[in-house]
């Protein structure tokens, strides 16, 4: 089985800018999750998707945006960047809908973004 | 609302010797926990889970952790340190609402254990 891969895997991107990162799911996973992990930090929850829609968020403003597509790839979009958007950003996938609501979260490695 | 706090930010143990991390949580329903490592340059990797069944939990690579409730305790052990066990480790709880939970993780601020040769 092939675990969450994330790409890339480093990223440096000027204040303003707009950022695209990239998650595929565990295979057989249909949910996948994005945190910011800021430096020193733990892991703060960004937003959710399950079955191509958002479904929970965390305390992100608006330019933080995502996508799930039909193969529960994910993309994490963040416009207007500013410099404390640096940090490490993870994807997690898990399984959704079998009666474990506790299914664990199978992270990837990560895409680390510096904001210049 | 639930929460974690890691009571360490930094332990440092010698190879071969007990390590203790400690955890405090704080939850309005029965709490699901957990206990994730990162190792520098990596993802998360899930080290053990508690969901109400047994209340001592053994995960892999030798640690294990017992929750106590009247304590508000989530403690991970693990009876001898290795040199390859130097990571950040987070507790972590499960967020839940009144109609259930919500698929979000809520993190500790995380716990930097060192080991000594």
């Known amino acids: 089985e092939t675990g969450v891969t994330q790409s890339p895997t480093h990223l440096i991107k000027t204040r303003g800018q707009q950022v695209t990162l990239r998650c595929s799911s565990q295979?057989?996973?249909?949910?996948v999750s994005w945190y910011q992990q800021a430096l020193g930090q733990g892991p703060q929850f960004i937003f959710q998707y399950y079955r191509e829609e958002e479904n929970g968020r965390g305390n992100f403003p608006p330019r933080f945006s995502g996508l799930q597509f039909p193969n529960y790839s994910s993309e994490l979009n963040v416009n207007a960047l500013e410099l404390d958007d640096s940090a490490l950003y993870l994807c997690?996938?898990?399984?959704?809908?079998?009666?474990?609501?506790?299914?664990?979260?199978?992270f990837g490695n990560g895409t680390r973004l510096t904001v210049t | 609302a639930q929460s974690v706090t890691q009571l360490d930010s930094h332990v440092s143990v010698s190879e071969g010797t007990p390590v203790l991390l400690r955890c405090n949580y704080s939850?309005?329903?029965?709490?699901?926990l957990f206990w994730y490592v990162q190792h520098p340059n990596k993802g998360l990797q899930l080290l053990l889970k508690y969901t109400s069944a047994a209340t001592l939990v053994k995960g892999i690579n030798g640690f294990e952790a017992e929750f106590k409730k009247s304590e508000t305790s989530f403690h991970l052990t693990k009876p001898s340190a290795h040199m390859s066990d130097a990571a950040e480790y987070f507790c972590v709880v499960s967020d839940y609402r009144s109609w259930g939970n919500t698929g979000k993780l809520i993190f500790g601020q995380g716990t930097t254990l060192q080991v000594k040769p």
């Open positions: 939850s309005s329903y029965s709490p699901s």
């Open positions: 997690a996938s898990s399984l959704t809908g079998t009666g474990e609501m506790d299914s664990p979260l199978h």
């Open positions: 295979s057989g996973h249909n949910t």
